[in-house]
């Protein structure tokens, strides 16, 4: 075992790109820091895998330079809320390990499932994408995310930040108002007190889950012998969240269960986000007084109700921006959410178009997921100190026409290429009549 690692820590600049130098300096570029001003025709060194500086003029030696002419610089984008390396193509079960039978299994670790190998992970990457939160599904609470970097051998390769959030789906609170004669199966056919019932004994349930893990902990502090004290996997999971260690994403899109949750959080004094957040927009104040962010994937859904504007899930990251709401963009989890994270820059783009100034769809794309994640002292912008994982571009990453020239993770270049470039390449060099 000892020695297949050190062979693999030997390949690891082969699989990646360009074996890392100790020092770069990138000079000439438009810097986009992200947490501060754009500077034009400044650099930016990197020393031993992190940002040693950035500014106008830097005048230390390195053992790589490289300049950008003109081209620019942002920090790695995060996708969170994603099944990005979970998934490969939907409609092939065997490639899908998303999601857990049952209603409660918060010691689920859905990084542990993530595939290294994964085709989408280099076609996420070829637009800028650095960093990723894959996340479990199924049930109410359906488990622990981590944050991984897109480019490694192994999981552990991957993995940055194990237990960066427990996710939390909350009940519906829709009700189907289909007559029983109507209805396409009479008999799973329910009343509207009957649902509501069913509703309401979820909710319960969830309160009573976190009731019993805070009940396990105060037992286990209390134990005479912490050795005879019998562990339980799921409320050995729940520790950490119920100690504020590891915050929650709660998964709602209705207005009313936006209500219902952000209640729920701000009673049990707990550290959220909220996940999805279709109609967040109707709440913004609300979400804005308890600080809790927002990880929209709603941009190009159509509007909810015929009531609505067209344009309200366009200009939703702005109304939440106003209100001061931190918003971080995201494709979600459905059947096309894994191969389409590298358009998620064109969402926030979208947004910007209705509103969303250019500084926050940026930092939507970066900084603010950073900071949901509990990693923003590491990633997210371009600061002294924080990991060297940014990648350069011929343009606005919020440009359609923009494409991404040379991208960096903790200081090793990776390469681009992907399945994507592999097949252009292919069919380019084919026969000609």
Known sequence: MFTTR??????WPLAVGSACAASLLLTGGVLHTVSGPTLTNASLLVRDGKIAAVGQSIAEAADQKIDLKGQHVFPGLIAPMTVLGLQEIDGVRATRDTTESGDFHPDVLSWVSVNPDSELLPVARANGYTHAQPIPLGGVVSGQSAVIALAGWTIE?????????LHVFWPSFALDTTPKERAPNPANWKSLEDQTKARDKKLRELDEFFNEAEAYAKAKSAAKDPNAFKPVPAWE???PVVRGEVPLNVHADEV????????????RKLKAALAGGRDAWRVADLLATNRIPVLFEHVFTQPARDTDPYDAHYAAPAVLARAGVKVSFTDGTDRFGASNVRNVPYAAAQAMAFGLPREEAWRGLTLYPAEALGVADRLGSLEAGKEASFFVADGDILDLRTQVKRLWIAGQEVSLESRHTRLYDKYRARPKP
């Open 6 to 11: 050190l062979l693999l820590a030997a390949l």
């Open 157 to 165: 390769d991957l993995t940055i930040k194990p237990a960066a959030a």
């Open 237 to 239: 999971a729940m520790q």
């Open 256 to 267: 009313r269960q936006i209500r219902s949750a952000v209640e729920w959080v701000t009673q």
